[in-house]
């Protein structure tokens, strides 16, 4: 099974980016390819730009992992792994697929989201309002 691992360091602690990856609520505020995300009592489905994604379980240790675990289409799973690096956190996003052909493609998307993470962690560490976050500055900024 093809696998992507990219990696990017953040300033900010291993709490505050355990708490934004795992809040569902928040995901489609910050990650440029979720649309939106529905909650029900047996899932969680995601609606991104990459086809609907369906959500069967998650597991996570706090402040070190999580991964969401995928029903059908050509993605598995994703997760993170954080690890601290002084007064940063470095975060590495993995992805499991079923076919390689979309490796580089899933490795774009993955430094994407990776950024866009950094970028929503210092704008709420400098006190701004989530709601503000205008997560498609990114596909637009240098």
Known sequence: MPRIER?????SSLESIFNIVMDAGIVSRWNPVVDDAEQSPDNLLLKTNLGDLNIINTESVENESMAIHIEQGNINSIGYFLTPKKD????MLWGEFNDKKYTKTYKNVADLILKSLKRYSAFIEEGGNPEDFDKKQLLVAP
């Open 7 to 11: 990696k990017i360091e953040i300033e």
């Open 88 to 91: 940063k956190t470095e975060v």
